[in-house]
DNA sequence: TATGAATGAGGATTCATTCAT
DNA sequence: AATGAATGAATCCTCATTCAT
């Protein structure tokens, strides 16, 4: 029963990125130690380093697994064939009601990644690269579909999309959650739509 | 003579941020020791801590020079009856040149800044006020002279704007600049533009 | 079918015993992980701990099971009624030879063996008995043929014949093995005899 | 005054070295922790590292401290024109005065000096090359006074004479030193100069 | 004011060994 | 007998900060 053996490794490793999820949004990641994750995860301080290689690596696969999964819920949502300015909408919606579902992942994405080593820096960009990409071929979507401006420019554009999505996000954390997020996006994407629209 | 003594006290107070700012660049600021910026400076170890309360002083307050002087700047090239219109071309234009004539600064202030402390989020994000305040007022003039929509939501198109701006400088930045930043200002600015609009 | 069994032991024990020379001489006592070991016996991490106590009967066993076999051959090519002053040459051919023959083990007893704990130390002295002894018998057997001076300290004398060959053999490892470890041997046993005989 | 703080400096880095002389002789290189030693030392763990890279340089530096101090000793007791058969006893005598009297220093020497990462190896014997030289001069010295045989091969015989002193010291240590050290020193000088004459 | 030697808390990581399978 | 995943003790070193001078 190989599967059984594999998955029994799956469950540990998600339930140590489960605690250090936790572990990182309480405290940020340089104020979170292995040992606390570890105890978090209730396994031993050891057991970290069969699944991860070091700390860093914990934070790059945490954020690289919730990205993933936020790229894959937005291809369940969004088709080929649908109207690109709709796909605007689905990724914003997806985007802040996604992180307002998830407090723990919005501070940490949004927080405590950028508390990290120089090196570690590429990694994340990498990581985000998927998600920048999408963004892209929704635009170059919206222009074949006749409902972007033809002049825009795509590489430019996915930056002030993203970077003001994030932004958003990252004000709603700061301000201690005193309002809706999600009630954000009918104004934020009027925004961007009425910059794109041919 | 308190006045040559308060201005030797300022000088050695700017050296110790000149050199703060190059070894913050250079390094990272959880890479970078006291220790380094102090010879960097060409001062003991102790005698920083006769200028600033701890590392993370240093960084606050070199945000908050760099941030006012940007501010201050703003204020000599814009004035209070020119059009709305023009002084976002003048935040963005401002914004990006400053950034791209002192790298160090931009280095610093994208990446860096984040690698710091939970308490010294709320430190940055009340330096980062005056100047988001700023677009905000902008924002409202362009309104009153009826140059903007009237039902933009100010508080929200302000972190819109900023974001995206942002968002272009770190991309600019993790590229390895291998791009023109200020060339990005009419696209960056229409595209802001489109969107206020009344 | 004991006997079957016993030798299938005894296979493993000395395949386990073979890595441990090749991981101890190539990287050293403390710098070799038993995981290590295990994975260039062909067998897993607890294996080693059905045959040996723990890290250090390791090497303890390895050095009896080499120092052994070093005595084992002494004596099928010197017998009781050759002359000492042959016998002594013997043992100095044997001792230069073998270790030449075999670099993985003369690095691991020069160099590797003294890099054990405190308590290693009476073991080590212990396995390495037999073969002082025996140098203290071929001494006395040369008093009692009249070819040895009758005033020698065998004690002593065991010692210093021991130790010079000791030397010889790490200086020659230490050099890089750039010259003939046995081209030593007359030169070395021409240095002994003219001490000892009568 | 910099010779009063040159001074200062001089004597904890002295205290340093005594407290790791009495460490590593108790417990061994790879059992003492450097926070043993601090404390013995009377500082804190962090000023050790103002003397010393890390812990290797501690043991090499006392290492040299030591060695260089018995090569000094020598040439204060033989002078160039003295019979190089009375420098060759000056030499053993002492080799094991010096050790006898300071029990510490022969167990670092002798014991845990040898239990020593890879890298260290050659940093010890270029500590040990001058005590070796010495004796290569004297060997030379003793041919060209007629004393000492002229077909002596040197390099060779510098190897044999240090090692059987050596063997006799470590030998006399793992007896628990149960007789003199010093008492060997005119039957272990025989035995070289009966080799060594002419 | 300025110095810089001294402090000492703090933590990621390794690896010999165990034990459930 | 054999496995190898899990354990968790153990420690060197860094570096922000202090304080005697």
């Known amino acids: 029963m190989t599967s059984g ?3 029994k490794r799956r469950e540990k490793y998600e339930a140590i990125l489960k605690a250090a999820l936790k572990v990182f949004a309480e405290h940020g990641f340089f104020n979170s130690q292995v040992s606390k994750i570890a105890r978090e995860a209730g396994v031993a301080d050891g057991t970290i380093y069969l699944y991860f290689k070091n ?18 819920k937005f291809h369940e949502h969004v088709h080929d064939d649908d109207r690109a300015d709709e796909a605007i909408r689905k990724v914003c919606e997806l985007h802040f009601t996604e992180l307002e579902k998830d407090v723990q992942l919005a501070k940490v994405t949004q927080l405590e990644l950028r508390q990290s080593s120089r090196e570690l820096h590429s990694e994340i960009s990498n990581a985000l690269k998927p998600y920048i990409q999408l963004i892209e071929d929704v635009l170059v979507r919206g222009i074949e579909q006749g409902i972007f401006r033809s002049d825009l420019d795509v590489k430019l554009t996915r930056l002030l999309i993203f970077g003001a999505m994030d932004e958003v996000v990252s004000s709603w954390l700061i301000s201690g959650r005193r309002y809706s997020l999600s009630a954000q996006v009918d104004k934020t994407v009027d925004f961007f739509l009425r910059s794109l629209r041919a």
Chains 1, 2, 3, 4 share one sequence.
């Open 55 to 72: 700390k860093e690596d914990i934070l790059i696969s945490l954020f690289r697994e919730k990205l993933g999964s936020l790229v894959r």
């Open 5 to 7: 053996l594999a998955e």
